[in-house]
T-cell receptor
Framework: SQKIEQNSEALNIQEGKTATLTCNYT??????LQWYRQDPGRGPVFLLL?????KEKRKERLKVTFDTTLKQSLFHITASQPADSATYLC??????????FGKGTMLLVSP | SAVISQKPSRDICQRGTSLTIQCQVD?????MFWYRQQPGQSLTLIAT?????????ESGFVIDKFPISRPNLTFSTLTVSNMSPEDSSIYLC???????????FGPGTRLTVL
Protein backbone atom coordinates (compact mmCIF):
# COMPACT_ATOMS: atom_id res chain seq x y z
CA SER A 1 0.00 0.00 0.00
CA GLN A 2 1.03 3.61 -0.44
CA LYS A 3 2.96 5.06 2.45
CA ILE A 4 4.55 8.41 3.34
CA GLU A 5 7.06 8.59 6.17
CA GLN A 6 8.25 11.65 7.99
CA ASN A 7 10.37 11.61 11.11
CA SER A 8 7.92 11.50 14.00
CA GLU A 9 10.49 12.80 16.47
CA ALA A 10 10.76 16.55 16.82
CA LEU A 11 13.85 18.15 15.33
CA ASN A 12 15.56 20.54 17.73
CA ILE A 13 18.13 22.95 16.33
CA GLN A 14 19.77 26.18 17.28
CA GLU A 15 18.94 29.48 15.64
CA GLY A 16 21.10 30.15 12.60
CA LYS A 17 21.64 26.49 11.73
CA THR A 18 20.14 24.68 8.75
CA ALA A 19 17.17 22.43 9.46
CA THR A 20 16.75 19.39 7.23
CA LEU A 21 13.52 17.42 7.22
CA THR A 22 12.98 14.15 5.36
CA CYS A 23 10.00 12.73 3.52
CA ASN A 24 10.19 9.16 2.22
CA TYR A 25 7.47 7.40 0.29
CA THR A 26 6.76 3.95 -1.07
CA UNK A 27 4.44 2.57 -3.73
CA UNK A 28 3.92 6.02 -5.24
CA UNK A 29 4.89 7.68 -8.45
CA UNK A 30 3.66 11.21 -7.75
CA UNK A 31 3.71 13.87 -10.43
CA UNK A 32 4.63 16.41 -7.76
CA LEU A 33 5.35 16.77 -4.08
CA GLN A 34 4.50 19.66 -1.78
CA TRP A 35 5.58 20.94 1.60
CA TYR A 36 3.28 22.69 4.04
CA ARG A 37 3.76 24.40 7.38
CA GLN A 38 1.21 23.94 10.16
CA ASP A 39 1.11 25.95 13.35
CA PRO A 40 -0.91 24.77 16.39
CA GLY A 41 -4.62 25.42 15.98
CA ARG A 42 -4.29 26.43 12.33
CA GLY A 43 -4.69 24.85 8.94
CA PRO A 44 -1.63 23.97 6.86
CA VAL A 45 -0.03 26.69 4.76
CA PHE A 46 1.51 25.87 1.39
CA LEU A 47 5.27 26.47 1.11
CA LEU A 48 6.72 24.82 -1.98
CA LEU A 49 5.85 22.48 -4.81
CA UNK A 50 8.40 20.42 -6.73
CA UNK A 51 7.56 18.40 -9.83
CA UNK A 52 8.86 14.94 -10.66
CA UNK A 53 11.18 16.30 -13.35
CA UNK A 54 12.74 18.88 -11.01
CA LYS A 55 15.66 18.05 -8.75
CA GLU A 56 15.63 21.13 -6.59
CA LYS A 57 13.46 24.16 -5.84
CA ARG A 58 14.28 27.24 -3.78
CA LYS A 59 12.27 30.01 -2.21
CA GLU A 60 14.06 32.50 0.00
CA ARG A 61 15.56 30.44 2.87
CA LEU A 62 13.74 27.27 1.82
CA LYS A 63 15.09 24.54 -0.43
CA VAL A 64 13.42 21.31 -1.48
CA THR A 65 14.96 18.39 -3.30
CA PHE A 66 13.10 15.52 -4.94
CA ASP A 67 14.78 12.22 -5.77
CA THR A 68 12.30 9.97 -7.56
CA THR A 69 14.81 7.11 -7.61
CA LEU A 70 15.28 7.15 -3.85
CA LYS A 71 11.61 8.13 -3.41
CA GLN A 72 12.67 10.88 -1.08
CA SER A 73 12.33 14.62 -0.62
CA LEU A 74 14.48 16.76 1.64
CA PHE A 75 13.27 20.09 2.97
CA HIS A 76 15.90 22.57 4.15
CA ILE A 77 15.51 25.81 6.06
CA THR A 78 18.74 27.79 6.13
CA ALA A 79 19.59 30.38 8.79
CA SER A 80 16.70 29.05 10.86
CA GLN A 81 14.85 31.34 13.25
CA PRO A 82 12.63 30.65 16.28
CA ALA A 83 9.69 31.81 14.11
CA ASP A 84 10.34 28.78 11.89
CA SER A 85 9.21 26.51 14.74
CA ALA A 86 6.18 24.59 13.47
CA THR A 87 5.15 21.23 12.09
CA TYR A 88 6.13 20.63 8.47
CA LEU A 89 4.03 18.33 6.33
CA CYS A 90 4.99 16.55 3.16
CA UNK A 91 2.18 15.90 0.67
CA UNK A 92 2.16 13.86 -2.52
CA UNK A 93 -0.09 14.16 -5.52
CA UNK A 94 -2.56 11.31 -5.40
CA UNK A 95 -4.56 11.85 -8.58
CA UNK A 96 -7.60 13.99 -9.44
CA UNK A 97 -6.02 17.05 -7.75
CA UNK A 98 -6.00 15.29 -4.39
CA UNK A 99 -3.10 15.08 -1.95
CA UNK A 100 -1.91 12.44 0.50
CA PHE A 101 -0.15 13.87 3.54
CA GLY A 102 2.55 12.58 5.85
CA LYS A 103 2.14 12.94 9.60
CA GLY A 104 4.57 15.82 9.71
CA THR A 105 7.73 16.60 11.63
CA MET A 106 7.81 19.20 14.37
CA LEU A 107 10.71 21.64 14.15
CA LEU A 108 11.84 23.54 17.24
CA VAL A 109 14.35 26.33 16.76
CA SER A 110 15.83 27.65 19.96
CA PRO A 111 17.37 31.11 20.29
CA SER B 1 -4.63 32.58 -3.07
CA ALA B 2 -7.96 32.03 -1.33
CA VAL B 3 -9.23 33.04 2.10
CA ILE B 4 -11.28 30.35 3.77
CA SER B 5 -13.35 30.52 6.92
CA GLN B 6 -14.95 27.70 8.86
CA LYS B 7 -17.73 27.61 11.41
CA PRO B 8 -17.76 26.61 14.17
CA SER B 9 -14.12 26.86 15.16
CA ARG B 10 -14.69 24.29 17.86
CA ASP B 11 -17.52 22.36 19.47
CA ILE B 12 -18.16 19.78 22.14
CA CYS B 13 -20.96 17.39 21.27
CA GLN B 14 -22.75 14.47 22.81
CA ARG B 15 -22.54 10.97 21.44
CA GLY B 16 -25.26 10.18 18.91
CA THR B 17 -25.81 13.77 17.77
CA SER B 18 -24.77 15.39 14.48
CA LEU B 19 -22.75 18.51 13.73
CA THR B 20 -22.66 20.49 10.51
CA ILE B 21 -19.46 22.36 9.69
CA GLN B 22 -19.56 25.25 7.25
CA CYS B 23 -16.80 26.30 4.89
CA GLN B 24 -16.87 29.66 3.08
CA VAL B 25 -14.38 30.75 0.40
CA ASP B 26 -13.82 34.33 -0.74
CA UNK B 27 -13.74 33.34 -4.42
CA UNK B 28 -15.48 30.89 -6.70
CA UNK B 29 -13.78 27.50 -6.85
CA UNK B 30 -14.73 24.29 -8.57
CA UNK B 31 -13.25 21.77 -6.16
CA MET B 32 -13.41 21.81 -2.38
CA PHE B 33 -11.90 19.16 -0.16
CA TRP B 34 -12.74 17.98 3.34
CA TYR B 35 -10.04 16.49 5.56
CA ARG B 36 -9.86 15.00 9.02
CA GLN B 37 -6.81 15.34 11.24
CA GLN B 38 -6.91 13.09 14.27
CA PRO B 39 -4.44 13.68 17.12
CA GLY B 40 -0.94 12.69 16.08
CA GLN B 41 -2.11 11.61 12.65
CA SER B 42 -1.80 12.95 9.16
CA LEU B 43 -4.48 14.84 7.32
CA THR B 44 -6.79 12.28 5.78
CA LEU B 45 -8.98 13.21 2.83
CA ILE B 46 -12.65 12.49 3.51
CA ALA B 47 -14.17 13.61 0.23
CA THR B 48 -13.96 15.95 -2.72
CA UNK B 49 -16.95 18.22 -3.25
CA UNK B 50 -17.65 19.60 -6.71
CA UNK B 51 -20.47 22.03 -7.26
CA UNK B 52 -23.34 20.47 -9.14
CA UNK B 53 -22.40 16.85 -8.56
CA UNK B 54 -22.28 14.31 -5.79
CA UNK B 55 -19.24 14.37 -3.52
CA UNK B 56 -16.59 11.73 -4.13
CA UNK B 57 -15.68 9.87 -0.94
CA GLU B 58 -12.35 8.24 -0.14
CA SER B 59 -12.04 4.68 1.03
CA GLY B 60 -13.29 4.32 4.58
CA PHE B 61 -15.68 7.27 4.43
CA VAL B 62 -19.36 7.03 3.49
CA ILE B 63 -22.04 9.52 2.65
CA ASP B 64 -24.38 8.38 5.42
CA LYS B 65 -21.77 9.26 8.03
CA PHE B 66 -20.36 12.38 6.37
CA PRO B 67 -22.99 13.96 4.12
CA ILE B 68 -21.67 16.93 2.17
CA SER B 69 -23.50 19.78 0.50
CA ARG B 70 -22.08 22.09 -2.16
CA PRO B 71 -24.87 24.51 -3.06
CA ASN B 72 -22.65 27.04 -4.88
CA LEU B 73 -19.05 27.77 -5.87
CA THR B 74 -18.09 29.50 -2.60
CA PHE B 75 -19.69 27.34 0.08
CA SER B 76 -19.80 23.76 1.36
CA THR B 77 -20.92 21.94 4.47
CA LEU B 78 -19.78 18.69 6.03
CA THR B 79 -22.03 16.93 8.54
CA VAL B 80 -20.61 14.45 11.03
CA SER B 81 -23.57 12.19 11.79
CA ASN B 82 -24.39 10.00 14.75
CA MET B 83 -21.14 10.99 16.41
CA SER B 84 -19.03 8.79 18.65
CA PRO B 85 -15.87 9.70 20.61
CA GLU B 86 -13.82 8.27 17.71
CA ASP B 87 -15.02 11.21 15.59
CA SER B 88 -13.18 13.64 17.85
CA SER B 89 -10.81 15.33 15.47
CA ILE B 90 -10.01 18.51 13.61
CA TYR B 91 -11.97 18.86 10.39
CA LEU B 92 -10.53 21.09 7.68
CA CYS B 93 -11.78 22.24 4.32
CA UNK B 94 -9.49 23.28 1.53
CA UNK B 95 -9.61 24.50 -2.04
CA UNK B 96 -7.22 23.96 -4.90
CA UNK B 97 -5.01 26.80 -5.99
CA UNK B 98 -4.39 27.84 -9.57
CA UNK B 99 -3.82 24.72 -11.60
CA UNK B 100 -5.11 22.76 -8.64
CA UNK B 101 -1.62 22.22 -7.37
CA UNK B 102 -1.23 23.89 -4.00
CA UNK B 103 -4.18 23.83 -1.64
CA UNK B 104 -5.40 26.54 0.67
CA PHE B 105 -6.83 25.44 3.98
CA GLY B 106 -9.36 26.80 6.36
CA PRO B 107 -8.48 27.19 10.04
CA GLY B 108 -10.19 23.93 10.98
CA THR B 109 -13.02 22.90 13.29
CA ARG B 110 -11.96 21.15 16.48
CA LEU B 111 -14.64 18.62 17.41
CA THR B 112 -14.79 16.80 20.73
CA VAL B 113 -17.39 14.08 21.20
CA LEU B 114 -18.21 13.01 24.74
Amino acid sequence: SQKIEQNSEALNIQEGKTATLTCNYTNYSPAYLQWYRQDPGRGPVFLLLIRENEKEKRKERLKVTFDTTLKQSLFHITASQPADSATYLCALEAGYSTLTFGKGTMLLVSP
Amino acid sequence: SAVISQKPSRDICQRGTSLTIQCQVDSQVTMMFWYRQQPGQSLTLIATANQGSEATYESGFVIDKFPISRPNLTFSTLTVSNMSPEDSSIYLCSVGGEGYNEQFFGPGTRLTVL
